[in-house]
């Protein structure tokens, strides 16, 4: 059964860092490019980082270019996001999602074939 879930979220202070994970079971995540997703009440959901399938390739919103790191460890079936210097804008649900056939447009959910169920970022003081 193919699941991804993410974990590491939590309260953090603005100005604080908090590093995400999306493990894969069931399917060899090197297969698959990664985006990550987050989505805050009363809001779309947005597209926040991608990784391609040899990690050779990283996109990022321009929201947290500079400020978010995407990786992956294929060895471990484990991608991370790494987000340093959180606002309060940051507050969402943070989902990854696999793409085993990257058609572009990474910030589009519907090019991703398998979710996570999500993991709570919220920065408040």
């Known amino acids: 059964q193919f699941q991804l879930v993410e974990s590491g979220g939590g309260l953090v202070q603005p100005g604080g860092s908090l590093r995400l994970s999306c493990a894969a079971s069931g399917f060899t995540l090197d297969n698959y490019a990664i985006g990550w997703f987050r989505q805050a009440p009363g809001k779309e959901r947005e597209g926040v980082s991608y990784?391609?399938?040899?990690?050779?390739?990283?996109y990022y919103a321009d929201s947290v270019k500079g400020r978010y790191t995407v990786s992956r460890d294929n060895s471990k079936n484990t991608v991370y996001l790494q987000m340093n210097s959180l606002n309060p804008e940051d507050t969402a649900v943070y989902y990854c999602a696999a793409a085993e056939a990257f058609a572009g447009r990474w910030y589009l959910p519907s090019r991703y074939d398998y979710w996570g169920q999500g993991t709570q970022v919220t920065v408040s003081s």
């Open positions: 990784i391609s399938r040899s990690g050779t390739t990283e």
